[in-house]
């Protein structure tokens, strides 16, 4: 098993998915598999990262521990973020139609998978 | 019609609801109601509000255009934001038995209201 195996299962499990990818907190994209050629996950990750690590500072200090997940929704599409292991993510990219709930079911059900290959 | 009397709407309408407030993006807290005394989503403002405004970079320059929402799962309570207007967002606070889709409703629900009063 490989992190692409896994991400190409999470995306074609999940009606409305666009794409998805393991990203370390640095913002480099470790692994990505996309539906669409023009949707490029690991340019994303540099991004997304500053965000999954303000949201770990903010809850550790707010008193609500450790961050488990991250969701943002825009007008165009929505990003669920999973923290893997202790410095990784694994997002998940869905259209607007997607379904919300199979995406975060699926993110997961990977998670041990995935923390195995890091 | 005020801040607090939406906020305490959100808050009782959702079960397992903590807190709801609203936060300019330089984040200072305009209102608040929770229903445990420690709970003070004021003090969160200033945190959260730096994780919108990266959220909305990231999104603006991944071409997924303008952010709704983000949301943060920890492991002791989820916290769900909706930007409202250009620079100030609602926030509600949930255990994490809480009923996700229902508070995400709500806010959803309450936004049109809540700018009227920006």
Redesign the interface.
């Known amino acids: 098993m490989d992190f692409k195996t896994v991400l190409k299962r999470i995306v074609e499990n999940v009606d409305g998915a666009i794409g998805a990818g393991v990203i370390g907190e640095d913002g480099i994209a470790i692994d990505q598999y996309s539906t669409k050629p023009d949707f490029d996950i690991s340019?994303?990750g540099a991004?997304?990262s500053?965000?999954i690590s303000?949201?770990k500072?903010?809850?550790q200090?707010?008193?609500?521990?450790?961050?488990?997940?991250?969701?943002?929704?825009?007008?165009?599409?929505t990003?669920i973020m999973m923290v893997l292991g202790k410095s990784y993510f694994v997002t998940l990219a869905l259209n607007l139609d997607g379904n919300l709930g199979r995406g975060r079911l699926e993110l997961k059900k990977a998670i041990p998978e995935l923390e195995k290959l890091l």
Chains 1, 2 share one sequence.
Do not use: D
């Open positions: 340019a994303a991004e997304y500053t965000i303000s949201a500072k903010a809850s200090s707010f008193g609500l521990g450790k961050t488990n997940e991250v969701l943002i929704s825009t007008e165009k599409a990003m």
